[in-house]
T-cell receptor, first 112, second 115 residues
Framework: AQKITQTQPGMFVQEKEAVTLDCTYD???????LFWYKQPSSGEMIFLIY??????QNATEGRYSLNFQKARKSANLVISASQLGDSAMYFC?????????FGTGTRLQVFP | DTGVSQDPRHKITKRGQNVTFRCDPI?????LYWYRQTLGQGPEFLTY????????KSRLLSDRFSAERPKGSFSTLEIQRTEQGDSAMYLC?????????????FGPGTRLTVL
């Protein structure tokens, strides 16, 4: 069975600093995707970044990068130059065609 | 580019009543998903459609739940004889299999409260 583990219930970071949100996964599949979503207090899940299991380079999207370590089964999200608007819940997810399996999330709070 | 939309955004109902939610996916997306999210948890998969075919259902989807996507466009999720345990956020997502990533884009959700 697939499983996502996010061990940080909450994280604090000062504005303009970088922060890493941890994610480990477990699967017996050879082909899978890893995703990060942001969920503000409004409730909508906003897609941030994707990493394919066969991708050799770490994915980047603007201020977001995914530190993919396949042997360790980890897919940590790095947010550079944090902004106040980054305060939200962040979910790591894994999936293929049929469904996504989500972790329990990390609440990130950015302070001035 | 219109995103995924859901209606209603909020629903308050009494235990035992039936409720129906609607989801309109991104127009070119052929896959549509329903998830449920309770407080403090990540979303949990309920079911998914490819075009009009319902291809997978979670064991979370009890007999009181039914989902349809009659013409391969919008979808409805109905809950019959609601229970207080059904109170949750119901999220719809859609994806286009042709981009190679199957990235799912979510709607704003329907928050259900069962009194």
């Amino acid at each position: 069975a697939q499983k996502i583990t996010q061990t940080q219930p909450g994280m604090f970071v000062q504005e303009k600093e970088a922060v890493t949100l941890d994610c480990t996964y477990d699967t017996s599949d050879q082909s899978y995707g890893l995703f990060w979503y942001k969920q503000p207090s409004s409730g909508e899940m906003i897609f941030l970044i994707y990493q394919g299991s066969y991708d050799e380079q770490n994915a980047t999207e603007g201020r977001y990068s995914l530190n993919f370590q396949k042997a360790r089964k980890s897919a940590n999200l790095v947010i550079s130059a944090s902004q106040l608007g980054d305060s939200a819940m962040y979910f790591c997810a894994m999936g293929g065609v049929d469904k996504l399996i989500f972790g329990t999330g990390t609440r990130l709070q950015v302070f001035p | 580019d219109t995103g995924v939309s859901q209606d209603p955004r909020h629903k308050i109902t009494k235990r035992g009543q039936n409720v129906t939610f609607r989801c309109d996916p991104i127009s070119e997306h052929n896959r549509l998903y329903w998830y449920r999210q309770t407080l403090g948890q990540g979303p949990e998969f309920l079911t998914y459609f490819q075009n009009e075919a319902q291809l997978e259902k979670s064991r979370l989807l009890s007999d009181r739940f039914s989902a349809e996507r009659p013409k391969g466009s919008f979808s409805t999720l109905e809950i019959q004889r609601t229970e207080q345990g059904d109170s949750a956020m119901y999220l719809c997502a859609s994806s286009w299999g042709g981009d190679g990533t199957d990235t799912q884009y979510f709607g704003p959700g329907t928050r259900l409260t069962v009194l």
